[in-house]
T-cell receptor
């Protein structure tokens, strides 16, 4: 199962702007998680959505928000971009009651 | 809070040599541990998980609760094993927040 897709592949923004990243989960995967992976670091958990509601959040400020839609797609929104937001953003989806997460290829965000 | 430590950023071994990628964790409960792998230009994918106790691509990992370790081992390295390896921890039932280590880059020298 490797059907998680993300768009765009790359994105360049300037400080203070807002960005929306998109993810399409595999059919039947009710849960989507978003991760931030800075250069040289492992992925860091941002938040998780289950059946269109946020049900878990890591140590990220409220300017990181998300949405999950009934068609298995989801969004990560980041407001007031900062230079440190430059990273690879990964989404991962899974089915109910399964712990294996299937990752997308990521979106590389650069904030100038 | 949980933490995963992978002490080696880079590990170079010769083809045919044994490989051990170290992973230590800190968590007070009974976590579930995973190894993820990322080959060049590919997405992150699950390699193995401790509860399944299986060998994938010749790799094994044993959870040592006393030493809070989950080292990844392979007796004979192959060139195709060259990749980035991440150890990850799930706190347990009801939680799906994976905590990753910083990763170890394995380079197998032909």
């Amino acid at each position: 199962e490797t059907g998680v897709t993300q768009s765009p592949t790359h994105l360049i923004k300037t400080r203070g702007q807002q960005v929306t990243l998109r993810c399409s989960s595999q059919s039947g995967h009710n849960t989507v998680s978003w991760y931030q992976q800075a250069l040289g670091q492992g992925p860091q958990f941002i938040f998780q959505y289950y059946r269109e509601e946020e049900n878990g959040r890591g140590n990220f400020p409220p300017r990181f928000s998300g949405l999950q839609f009934p068609n298995y797609s989801s969004e990560l929104n980041v407001n007031a971009l900062e230079l440190d937001d430059s990273a690879l953003y990964l989404c991962a989806s899974r089915r109910d009651s399964y712990n294996e997460q299937f990752f997308g290829p990521g979106t590389r965000l650069t904030v100038l | 809070a949980q933490r995963v430590t992978q002490p080696e950023k880079l590990l170079s071994v010769f083809k045919g040599a044994p490989v051990e990628l170290k992973c230590n964790y800190s968590y007070s409960g009974s976590p579930e541990l995973f190894w993820y792998v990322q080959y060049s230009r590919q997405r992150l994918q699950l390699l193995l998980r401790h509860i399944s106790r299986e060998s994938i691509k010749g790799f094994t990992a044993d959870l040592n609760k006393g030493e809070t370790s989950f080292h990844l081992k392979k007796p004979f390295a192959q060139e195709e094993d060259s990749a980035m390896y991440y150890c990850a921890l799930l706190p347990g039932a009801g939680s799906y927040q994976l905590t990753f280590g910083k990763g170890t880059k394995l380079s197998v020298i032909p």
